[in-house]
């Protein structure tokens, strides 16, 4: 049951049709521990099933406006032994899917039938350049596994799906970003994005917490070389912005414009709802159009979620031209750096296997 206060107005305002980032929990379950998700605090493990990510996809395409269909949530995706069949549903439905995967399980024939399904594009949670720093930051992953994914994953997809990265700052890994960016986008990554800022997941992990996973400082005055602020992705146009800010008391793009959906069909008010605790409604019974009005009622309410969120929010300013012209310029950046990339994925596969032989 949710605890979230709804506000009940006299005269309903206009709901505007934003363009909806989804963000789909086909599993709460992950094979990692990584020392920046608090997921320890997510009740309820499980896998959604057909029937439910069908509906899901259906309220998407009933929906129209749809910027992007992430496969994430709380969990990995690649868990699911469906994952495949799912991407397959989703592109069929013209949605173009995408997945956030720390990639451990991203393997040669995972990676085939992804492809062959219609992947889009794939984002890679990566904390560490050095095994040292990304073992301590993903618990439980190997280094060299994962790297070795990835490169497999960028030559099996050259020109069919492309590949991201994500940066989530720790303690440990704000100093080697510059380091991950440089050696992924040599290697065929399009983005490098990183949060710019130690994110406290909604205030999902406490003070405590903060000190031993999180960077020192809140928000990072300069962003390592080569990497994007990944605010940027929230960003809605100015139509948009306009839109949301014209129906609603308290505006936050991940609020108001992520479509986050549980494993077991629950629109929830944010995707940093890792309590699970602010149900909207269900996709079984309730379209995108409705989940976004009820939020869109929810004032600045005392919630936990909001009050102990350090994400910009509605501060974020709307995309504009410079902002364009700048993910352009960094594009073709990626692309004149990565000339030559797939005998550097060689290379480096090759060392890989190698090392892995001598530790043997």
């Not at 991203?106 to 350049?129: D, F, P, R």
């Not at 993910?327 to 060689?346: C, D, F, I």
Request: proline share 4%; hydrophobic share 40%; aromatic share 8%.
């Amino acid at each position: 049951m949710s605890d979230t206060p709804h506000q009940n107005h006299s005269e309903a305002k206009p709901v505007a049709r934003v363009r909806a980032i989804f963000d789909v929990e086909v599993t709460n379950r992950c094979n990692a521990r990584c020392v920046m998700c608090p997921r320890e605090k997510t009740p309820g493990q499980g896998l959604m099933d057909e029937a439910t990510f069908r509906q899901t996809v259906a309220r998407a395409v009933e929906y129209g406006r749809v910027e992007s269909f992430v496969i994430g949530g709380l969990g990995e995706p690649l868990v699911h032994p469906a994952i495949v069949d799912f991407v397959r549903v989703a592109a069929s439905a013209g949605l173009r899917p995408s997945i956030i995967t720390n990639a451990a399980l991203l393997t040669k024939e995972k990676s085939q039938g992804l492809i062959e399904a219609g992947l889009h594009h794939v984002n890679v949670s990566i904390g560490g350049l050095t095994p040292e720093t990304y073992e301590s930051v993903h618990r439980g992953l190997r280094w060299r596994e994962t790297y070795a994914n990835v490169l497999n994953f960028l030559d099996l997809a050259a020109g069919k799906a492309s590949v991201n990265l994500q940066i989530s700052p720790t303690e440990q890994t704000y100093l080697e970003a510059s380091g991950i960016a440089k050696y992924w986008r040599k290697l065929g990554v399009r983005l490098c994005l990183i949060f710019p800022f130690a994110s406290s997941r909604g205030g999902a992990l406490d003070n405590g917490l903060a000190k031993r996973k999180r960077c020192p400082t809140r928000r990072l005055n300069n962003l390592p070389s080569g990497t994007l602020n990944i605010e940027a992705v929230f960003r809605p146009t100015k139509r948009d912005a306009a839109a949301l800010h014209r129906q609603a008391d308290f505006v936050c793009y991940p609020k108001d414009r992520i479509t986050f959906v549980s494993w077991q069909g629950n629109y929830h008010l944010c995707c940093n709802d890792y309590e699970k605790r602010h149900v909207i409604g269900n996709v079984r019974d309730m379209s995108v159009a409705e989940a976004y009005r009820r939020k869109a009622e929810i004032g600045r309410v005392n919630l936990k979620l909001c009050e102990e969120c350090d994400f910009s929010g509605g501060d974020l300013p709307a995309r504009d031209a410079g902002f364009y012209l700048r993910m352009l310029a960094y594009l073709l950046k990626s692309a004149a750096g990565a000339v030559g990339a797939g005998r550097r994925r060689r290379a480096e596969l090759l060392r890989l296997h190698q090392a892995g032989r001598q530790k043997t």
